[in-house]
């Protein structure tokens, strides 16, 4: 993975940074904790432009995220709800239980969505309940690319600090993303576990 980055990095400039950040947001297990450092690390060496480097991975990131929230966008709320009608009760999710999620995000999916693009794990994920709730594509735009700025930003960043040891970044942060996605898991069994004991009291 490593090897085929830098290759890639290499052989393709600031086109190439782009086209890995855009891979990442489509296939989640290329790590962007490892992309941006390796341009941070390739920028101190002389060889790139910080800016450029960093505008390189957000407009990257930001074409990977629109597939994702048009999926959302296609699927649909109304969709869903039938869906969740249908085949809810195995999972214990009404159409009321979507309700309640999509007036959710009407009150703080800007801000669920900026910091989610800070979030590993989160980051790629963020932009499914953003289409589906019909988030307006400027405001979703808007806010990824503030969140996702600040997050490459600060990847690049710890690359071009850490020189040589750029990898560390991948290192510490990837056991991050496996525990927040656990977290994130192990919350929602908690909810299903709770709402299941609500509803036979």
Request: net charge positive; hydrophobic share 50%; aromatic share 12%.
């Amino acid at each position: 993975m490593v090897e085929w980055i830098t290759n890639t990095m290499q052989s393709l400039g600031y086109v190439g940074i782009g086209l890995l950040m855009f891979l990442e947001n489509l296939f989640p297990p290329i790590p962007s904790e490892l992309i941006m450092p390796l341009a941070g690390f390739t920028v101190a060496k002389g060889n790139m432009n910080f800016v450029l480097a960093v505008t390189a991975g957000v407009i990257g990131t930001m074409l990977g995220a629109l597939p994702w929230y048009y999926v959302g966008k296609l699927v649909g709320e109304e969709n869903l709800k039938r869906l969740a009608n249908k085949y809810g009760k195995w999972i214990g999710l009404s159409s009321k239980d979507i309700d309640k999620a999509d007036n959710w995000f009407d009150k703080h999916g800007g801000k669920a969505v900026f910091y989610g693009r800070l979030v590993p794990g989160v980051r790629t994920l963020i932009s499914l309940p953003a289409g589906i709730s019909g988030m307006p594509l400027v405001p979703f735009l808007l806010y990824s690319t503030l969140g996702t700025t600040l997050w490459v930003g600060l990847l690049t960043y710890a690359g071009y600090a850490l020189g040589d040891n750029y990898e560390l970044v991948e290192q510490y942060l990837g056991p991050v993303s496996k525990i927040v996605f656990v977290v994130l898991v192990v919350a929602f069994v908690i909810w299903l576990v709770m709402k299941r004991k609500k509803k036979q009291t």
